[in-house]
Each structure stands twice: as structure tokens, then as C-alpha cells.
């Protein structure tokens, strides 16, 4: 190969590198990772929602341990049937409470609040018809 070529095609590949080389430091430096997107959560696809399926428990698991059975921490409120639950969509103050709206004890009590989609599910099954199903 003729030699006066050698340093132009030395020079080429290092511009390559160099090129490549900051291109991949910038593109990192853009790499998009905030872990709900990273991790995808299930996505929040509710379009129906039933009492038995999908809401009681999202209660059970988010608010019977004060609002069941005995338990005192939960001031005698209980959630833990159909029927009593419905008191509290009736007079609002369930959405009222996981939306933190209303001005009313928000909840769960000293806790965090419920994700969108939890609330989304209880909103759905109550615009239809807060049935017992
Ligand atoms: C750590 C205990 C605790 C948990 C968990 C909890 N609550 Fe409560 N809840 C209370 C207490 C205590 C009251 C009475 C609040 C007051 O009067 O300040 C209350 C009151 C309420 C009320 C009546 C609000 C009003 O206007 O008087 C509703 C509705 C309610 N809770 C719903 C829920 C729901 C729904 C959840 C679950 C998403 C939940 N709570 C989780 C303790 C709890």
C-alpha cells in the first residue's frame, strides 16, 4: 500500500473514535431512567371494576387494618363489607377521603396515598353503579 496514505487513514479512524466516543458520552448523559419507566409498572388500563375483584382489595389491603372487624384505630368506621362501604360512597366521604378533597381526614390515616390507579379503579367501579358484584 502506498505509505502516504497511511497517516490520512490513521487520522480517519481516530476522528471516528473521537466522534464516536462523544456521541455515546452525550447520549448517556440523555439516557431517560426514571424507574417507573425502566421497571414499567402495570399500566393503569381500568375500564371496568368490580366490588369483589378489584376493590375490596385494594381496602383490605390498604385500610382494614383500622377499618375491620375490632379494630379501634379506625374511630368505629368499617369498611370491610359491601354494604358498609357504600355508606361511605354515598355520603362521599370514601372518594372524598383517598382524593384528599373535601376537607375531611385524609387517608389512609399516616399513610401514603392510595396510587392513581387504585383510586382510579374504586372512582370506576362506583361511576358504575357501586354495585355489589
Ligand atoms: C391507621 C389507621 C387508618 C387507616 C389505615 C385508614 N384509616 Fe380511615 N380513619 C381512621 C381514623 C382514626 C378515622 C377518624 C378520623 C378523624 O375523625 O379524624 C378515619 C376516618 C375515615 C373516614 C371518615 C372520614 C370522615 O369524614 O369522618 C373514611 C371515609 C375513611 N377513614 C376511609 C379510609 C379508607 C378508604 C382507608 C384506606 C384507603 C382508610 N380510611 C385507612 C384511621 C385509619
Same mark, same amino acid.
Given at each position: ?26 447520549? #448517556? ?26 376493590? #375490596? ?6 385500610? #382494614? ?8 384505630? &379506625? ?14 360512597? #354515598? ?19 399516616? &399513610? ?16 358504575? &353503579?357501586?354495585?355489589?358484584?
Amino acid at each position: 500500500m502506498d505509505k502516504r496514505w497511511m497517516p490520512t487513514i490513521k487520522t480517519t479512524i481516530m476522528r471516528i473514535y473521537i466522534i464516536v466516543f462523544f456521541t455515546l458520552i452525550s447520549l #448517556s448523559g440523555c439516557y431517560y431512567d426514571h424507574a417507573n419507566l425502566v421497571y414499567p409498572q402495570v399500566p393503569c388500563t381500568i375500564t371496568t371494576a368490580t366490588y369483589s375483584q378489584n376493590v #375490596s382489595g385494594i381496602i383490605t389491603t390498604n385500610c #382494614s387494618s383500622c377499618h375491620s372487624g375490632n379494630a379501634s384505630a &379506625g374511630a368505629g368506621i368499617k369498611l370491610d363489607s359491601y354494604t358498609a362501604l357504600k355508606t361511605y360512597v #354515598s355520603n362521599g366521604q370514601l372518594m372524598n377521603s383517598i382524593n384528599h378533597t373535601g376537607g375531611i381526614p385524609v387517608m389512609p390515616q399516616n &399513610g401514603q396515598k392510595l396510587s392513581s390507579c387504585d383510586i382510579k379503579t374504586i372512582q370506576t367501579w362506583i361511576d358504575n &353503579g357501586t354495585l355489589n358484584n
